[in-house]
């Protein structure tokens, strides 16, 4: 068993004691969340625990990029137990909230477990914040005592400086000994606030998470809310992965079309220059519903995505292989009802999306 993670000062000491509420609830010991496997990084050394960039682009990389690489967007921590209740307790960078988007997506945590019949993982609960920093509440209770595999989602607007653990006294709480989603060899995906997991009701509803329960791989999410506008800084950051899978570029949203035609092959080529053999995958924007009857809107939105077709046809016509091109088309539906805002995906945007996209994101595997 590992050892409770202990932290100084009186305050939070008195938060490390025994939670008790009446002579039946059960004492708790906390352990620190990263001293467990955590899913979802591009790379191990980054400027904080459960953040997306290295220090080294602080002051390199856009003030707005280096911002949002504060948010946990698309990490998670794995662990086994078989307490029979589970707490969370976690402090965030502070209050995140959107009027187009749920608290716990925004600050939240998930809490899913692999079911040992399907092999599948299986949403548990959420933690919901209730305060502005620190939160600390029993997610499942009532469980049978036995070893169950789990996987804790981070917040997806919010970052997350601590996370602990909680078990029942005198419960084992480990390492995973499934390995997954796979460790490693992750599918990178780059793209915008869509990608970062606006506007999912919960972390495990992001795209990028379901897409990496549905190929039980690890998923690293590069999204950066209104501004994935092609930053040669996640290129590199891309590129330096270590033996990545697949790469998908989401980035139109936050591209109008003369900025696609100044960037995005150079973007490509720093990526493809760096692993000629992993496959590359471009996504068109959206068709928005609003679209269909804002004119402004579908030009603009067509603009973009013949750019992005442009580069596409151009890397093809120049010999390059292992790319893969997807088509807005049909990727929302066509009743209009998977956005909040008609723009941000609603959980049933985000299933919509990938569903869509699978198919050809494991026909590219294949090729890998």
């Given at each position: 068993?590992?050892?409770?993670?202990?932290?100084?000062?009186?305050?939070?000491?008195?938060l490390?004691?025994?939670?008790?509420?009446?002579?039946?609830?059960?004492?708790?010991?906390?352990?620190?969340?990263?001293?467990?496997?955590?899913?979802?990084?591009?790379?191990e050394?980054?400027?904080?625990?459960?953040?997306?960039?290295?220090?080294?682009?602080?002051?390199?990389?856009?003030?707005?990029?280096?911002?949002?690489?504060?948010?946990?967007?698309?990490?998670?921590?794995?662990?086994?137990?078989?307490?029979?209740?589970?707490?969370?307790?976690?402090?965030?960078?502070?209050?995140?909230?959107?009027?187009?988007?749920?608290?716990?997506?925004?600050?939240?945590?998930?809490?899913?477990?692999?079911?040992?019949?399907?092999?599948?993982?299986?949403?548990?609960?959420?933690?919901?914040?209730?305060?502005?920093?620190?939160?600390?509440?029993?997610?499942?209770?009532?469980?049978?005592?036995?070893?169950?595999?789990?996987?804790?989602?981070l917040?997806?607007?919010?970052?997350?400086?601590r996370?602990?653990?909680?078990?029942?006294?005198?419960s084992?709480?480990?390492?995973?000994?499934?390995?997954?989603?796979?460790?490693?060899?992750?599918?990178?995906?780059?793209?915008?606030?869509?990608?970062?997991?606006?506007?999912?009701?919960?972390?495990?509803?992001?795209?990028?998470?379901?897409?990496?329960?549905?190929?039980?791989?690890?998923?690293?999410?590069?999204?950066?809310?209104?501004?994935?506008?092609?930053?040669?800084?996640?290129?590199?950051?891309m590129?330096?992965?270590?033996?990545?899978?697949?790469?998908?570029?989401d980035?139109?949203?936050?591209?109008?079309?003369?900025?696609?035609?100044?960037?995005?092959?150079?973007?490509?080529?720093?990526?493809?220059?760096?692993?000629?053999?992993?496959?590359?995958?471009?996504?068109?924007?959206?068709?928005?519903?609003?679209?269909?009857?804002?004119?402004?809107?579908a030009?603009?939105?067509?603009?973009?995505?013949?750019?992005?077709?442009?580069?596409?046809?151009?890397?093809?016509?120049?010999?390059e292989?292992k790319?893969?091109?997807?088509?807005?088309?049909?990727?929302?539906?066509?009743?209009?009802?998977?956005?909040?805002?008609?723009?941000?995906?609603?959980?049933?945007?985000?299933v919509?999306?990938?569903?869509?996209?699978?198919?050809?994101?494991?026909?590219?595997?294949?090729?890998?």
């Amino acid at each position: 068993m590992r050892k409770p993670f202990l932290f100084i000062g009186f305050l939070v000491a008195a938060l490390l004691m025994p939670l008790a509420s009446g002579a039946q609830e059960a004492k708790y010991v906390y352990f620190d969340a990263a001293s467990f496997p955590i899913y979802g990084k591009a790379i191990e050394n980054t400027s904080a625990t459960y953040e997306r960039l290295p220090a080294s682009l602080e002051g390199v990389i856009r003030q707005p990029v280096w911002d949002l690489a504060h948010h946990s967007a698309g990490i998670s921590v794995r662990f086994r137990s078989d307490s029979p209740s589970i707490r969370l307790r976690w402090v965030s960078f502070g209050l995140h909230t959107m009027n187009h988007m749920t608290d716990t997506g925004t600050r939240g945590l998930d809490l899913y477990t692999k079911d040992p019949v399907t092999g599948k993982w299986r949403f548990a609960r959420s933690a919901r914040p209730v305060k502005d920093t620190l939160n600390d509440q029993k997610v499942i209770g009532n469980m049978e005592p036995v070893m169950r595999e789990y996987n804790v989602y981070l917040s997806l607007y919010e970052g997350v400086k601590r996370l602990e653990i909680g078990v029942e006294e005198g419960s084992t709480i480990e390492g995973p000994a499934v390995d997954s989603p796979r460790k490693g060899s992750p599918v990178v995906m780059y793209g915008t606030s869509i990608l970062q997991g606006g506007c999912a009701n919960r972390p495990g509803m992001a795209f990028t998470n379901i897409i990496s329960r549905e190929l039980d791989r690890e998923v690293v999410n590069l999204g950066f809310s209104g501004n994935a506008r092609l930053d040669y800084e996640i290129a590199e950051l891309m590129a330096s992965v270590k033996d990545p899978a697949l790469f998908v570029l989401d980035n139109v949203p936050n591209c109008e079309a003369s900025l696609i035609d100044e960037r995005q092959e150079r973007f490509f080529r720093i990526i493809r220059d760096a692993h000629p053999d992993v496959p590359v995958v471009f996504i068109e924007n959206p068709n928005y519903p609003h679209t269909v009857f804002d004119q402004v809107a579908a030009a603009d939105v067509a603009s973009r995505n013949a750019s992005m077709k442009a580069v596409y046809e151009k890397l093809k016509k120049a010999g390059e292989k292992k790319i893969y091109y997807i088509k807005a088309d049909k990727m929302l539906g066509s009743d209009g009802e998977a956005t909040v805002d008609g723009v941000h995906f609603t959980d049933l945007g985000m299933v919509r999306y990938t569903e869509y996209v699978l198919p050809t994101l494991k026909k590219a595997l294949k090729k890998r």
